[in-house]
T-cell receptor, first 115, second 110 residues
Framework: EAGVTQFPSHSVIEKGQTVTLRCDPISGHDNLYWYRRVMGKEIKFLLHFVKESKQDESGMPNNRFLAERTGGTYSTLKVQPAELEDSGVYFC?????????????FGPGTRLLVL | ELKVEQNPLFLSMQEGKNYTIYCNYSTTSDRLYWYRQDPGKSLESLFVLLSNGAVKQEGRLMASLDTKARLSTLHITAAVHDLSATYFCAVDAGTYKYIFGTGTRLKVLA
């Protein structure tokens, strides 16, 4: 069974540009999460989807960040326009049953560098 | 607000030695996770600790949970080079969010 995959693995962009990150969860997982690790600090929650619905986006830093999950399968996280402080590693995770609090499985992350 | 403190941040140890990584958290939780991450790879789930006094072991790693002290430990026995990685603890405070510690970057020297 394939794990959580993320694309691209690395992205280097200039301040003011737009970047779109993609996450493919484990097949059949309704729950999809985005997290971010900035500057070697702790990994922080950004938002949570159940199927195509946003359940909680309280961790999104500001309105430059837009997450979507059309059709309840893969998800994208767009940063527009990117700022220097957006640099970090963006992780995606998925789980099967939120009510049962099943373990979240993480992808390898996308390393974003904004210059 | 739940906070998780993990220490040490960096750990360099000789092969064959023992050491412990600590994970303290600030509010009640009944579920704690340990993950391992190798460079460029996914966070790999190592242990899920579900109750006070829970102890789990896998190879040279043993994790324990004391919910009263709000403390989890990850003990490394007779370290080998293959254990070099970054280790994270994460606490589930009853929601779907995980609150992570800062991670411990472990380097085992031959």
């Amino acid at each position: 069974e394939a794990g959580v995959t993320q694309f691209p693995s690395h992205s280097v962009i200039e301040k003011g540009q737009t970047v779109t990150l993609r996450c493919d969860p484990i097949s059949g997982h309704d729950n999809l999460y985005w997290y971010r690790r900035v500057m070697g600090k702790e990994i922080k929650f950004l938002l949570h989807f159940v199927k195509e619905s946003k359940q909680d986006e309280s961790g999104m830093p500001n309105n430059r960040f837009l997450a979507e999950r059309t059709g309840g399968t893969y998800s994208t996280l767009k940063v527009q326009p990117a700022e220097l402080e957006d640099s970090g590693v963006y992780f995606c995770a998925s789980s099967s049953d939120r009510e049962a609090r099943e373990t979240q499985y993480f992808g390898p992350g996308t390393r974003l560098l904004v210059l | 607000e739940l906070k998780v403190e993990q220490n040490p941040l960096f750990l360099s140890m000789q092969e064959g030695k023992n050491y412990t990584i600590y994970c303290n958290y600030s509010t009640t939780s009944d579920r704690l996770y340990w993950y391992r991450q190798d460079p460029g790879k996914s966070l790999e789930s190592l242990f899920v600790l579900l109750s006070n006094g829970a102890v789990k072991q896998e190879g040279r790693l043993m994790a324990s949970l004391d919910t009263k002290a709000r403390l989890s430990t990850l003990h490394i026995t007779a370290a080998v080079h293959d254990l070099s990685a970054t280790y994270f603890c994460a606490v589930d405070a009853g929601t779907y969010k995980y609150i992570f510690g800062t991670g411990t970057r472990l380097k085992v020297l031959a």
